[in-house]
Every structure is written in structure tokens, then in C-alpha cells.
């Protein structure tokens, strides 16, 4: 236990360090200032540049052939819109899982592991991280993702497929969690909310904690397109409306959507085990931020 904690806040200072890098990458396109800067090796900022280049010259040439008294200086509307850099537009972030990135809680201890090997995200089996719906104890059978920090609105997708264990247990996708207390587990004050699948039974569960303590199952149904036994499942969250609806998908199928009120409507995300005694495995994980 004390060895997650410690790995999540070590983890924590590093959603820090990646927002300034991400930070730096988007404002990569609107700091061409400096002209043949070679750090910025992206296609359409190469022709946005010659674009630039380009009507810069026409202008010139223009400037050149028209009388000293009919030069117009351009107004403060027209002076905005030039220099306004390219709107960014939704930033996707990919995880194959070849390697260990930062991207991921990880750990291996006595309460259970989370691990990235051969190029899947191993989590479980956990042996001392109580079960979702479990008032009694906290819950911390889930790692974080570190670099997707705290989201509303997302486009979230992974991979997965039962490993080993129990086969009846339940996993999937963290839609959201509110660690008030920073210590990477589901205490009685925080928000939780995550999205899970059974292969033995082939139902899937939406798993929600309030603050105060109380679990609810929001929905538990049966759903036949389900692939059984070890077989790869595709799970996908759409958050909309600032995170207040949620849209779960299974295999392409929407199965359900969640609405929920403005208090839970951010949080991190991740990949969940249920319950203990399970090991799932995970891959080909990307969101979507607008
Ligand atoms: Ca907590």
C-alpha cells in the first residue's frame, strides 16, 4: 500500500512535467518567430510556412507597385487575424505499450501489480485491494494515466483481454476519479466512476463511487457482443457536454450512456480490475482531448 502511494505521487509530479512538455509541443506552431527553426518537422506547418513565405512576397511585390499615397495601413481587426497562429485542433495521445513511457502507474507490491510488458499494460492479480462496490474498504485495483492528467471532455479507447485468475471478475476503463485525498486509491470522499466487462458472463457493469462513501451500480446488463474467454474486447468512452454525458461502447456498440452532474464531470482516467484475483491485459489505448 505504502509503496502505491509512493508511486503515485511520484506519478503525479509527473503529470506536472508532461503538461509543460505538452505545453511546449502545442505551442510549437505558434512560435515560428525565429525562421528555420528545425524542431518542428510536421508536414502542414512546412507548407504553412511557405504559404506565409509566399503571400509575404506577393505583398511585397504589391507594396512595390502601388503609389506612396495609396498604402493603406492594415487595421487592428486585419492586424489580429495575420498573426493569430493555426486553431488547434483535438490532440490524440497513443499508447502501444512497447515501452514503459511514464505514461502509467506502475508498481509491483504486496497489494498487486501494474505492469507494462511485451507490449501490453499486465494489471492484477491484486490480493489486498478490496472489490468495486465495497463500502468497507478503499478501492485501488486500477493504475492511472499519468499523461492524459485531469479530463472532462475525451475520446478514450483500449484493447483488453482476460490474462489469468478468476475468470468471472470484471475489468475494463476508469472514466474518472477524484483522489481528494492524493492517494490513488477510492477512499469514502472520493469520486469514482469506471466502466467494466465480464467474459464469463458476458455482461458489462458502469461502477460509480460518491463522495461520502456510497457505490452504485448505474447499469449491469448482459451484452452478446461480448467476445468470450481470452478473446480481445474493444472498450470506448466519449465524454461530451463537459464531461457531464458519457457514451460507453463495446466493440463499436453503444451500450449505454451516462449523465452525470457538473461536480463529477472531471477527473483522470485509466484501466481497472474489479476485483481481486484477476489479471487483465490491456493494449492499443489512445484518447482524444478537444
Ligand atoms: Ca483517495
Redesign the pocket.
Known amino acids: 500500500m505504502t509503496q502505491h502511494m509512493v508511486q503515485t505521487k511520484r506519478a503525479l509530479a509527473m503529470v506536472g512535467s508532461f503538461l509543460v512538455i505538452a505545453a511546449l509541443a502545442c505551442g510549437g506552431g505558434g512560435g515560428g518567430g525565429a525562421t528555420n527553426t528545425p524542431q518542428v518537422n510536421v508536414a502542414g506547418t512546412a507548407a504553412a510556412l511557405q504559404s506565409t513565405a509566399d503571400a509575404l512576397a506577393k505583398a511585397q511585390t504589391e507594396q512595390a507597385n502601388v503609389p506612396p499615397t495609396a498604402i493603406q495601413l492594415p487595421t487592428a481587426e486585419a492586424t489580429t487575424e495575420t498573426v493569430q497562429p493555426t486553431a488547434s485542433g483535438p490532440t490524440t495521445y497513443v499508447d502501444d505499450f512497447s515501452a514503459d513511457k511514464g505514461n502509467w502507474e506502475v508498481f509491483t507490491n504486496d497489494v498487486g501489480s501494474a505492469q507494462i510488458s511485451d507490449g501490453v499494460l499486465l494489471l492484477g492479480p491484486f490480493k489486498e485491494c478490496a472489490d468495486v462496490g465495497q463500502a468497507s474498504a478503499?478501492f485501488g485495483c486500477f493504475t492511472q494515466c499519468i499523461s492524459c492528467g485531469t479530463v472532462s471532455d475525451y475520446d478514450m479507447q483500449v484493447d483488453a483481454a482476460y490474462i489469468s485468475g478468476r475468470s468471472d471478475q470484471t475489468f475494463g476503463m476508469v472514466l474518472r476519479f477524484q483522489?481528494?485525498?492524493?492517494?490513488?486509491?477510492?477512499?469514502k470522499?472520493?469520486y469514482y466512476l469506471d466502466f467494466e466487462l465480464s467474459v464469463f458472463d458476458k455482461f458489462f457493469a458502469v461502477y460509480e463511487h460518491l463522495a461520502g462513501g456510497t457505490w452504485k451500480t448505474l447499469d449491469q446488463r448482459t451484452e452478446d457482443n461480448i467476445a468470450g474467454g481470452k478473446q480481445i474486447n474493444t472498450l470506448r468512452a466519449n465524454s461530451t457536454e463537459g464531461g457531464t454525458k458519457v457514451a460507453l461502447y463495446l466493440n463499436g456498440v453503444n451500450v449505454e450512456t451516462v449523465t452525470l452532474d457538473s461536480a463529477s464531470s472531471s477527473g483522470t482516467v485509466g484501466l481497472a480490475v474489479g476485483f481481486r484475483n484477476m489479471q487483465a491485459g490491456f493494449d492499443n489505448f489512445s484518447i482524444t482531448l478537444p
Open positions: 478503499p483522489d481528494v485525498n492524493n492517494n490513488g486509491l477510492v477512499d470522499d472520493d
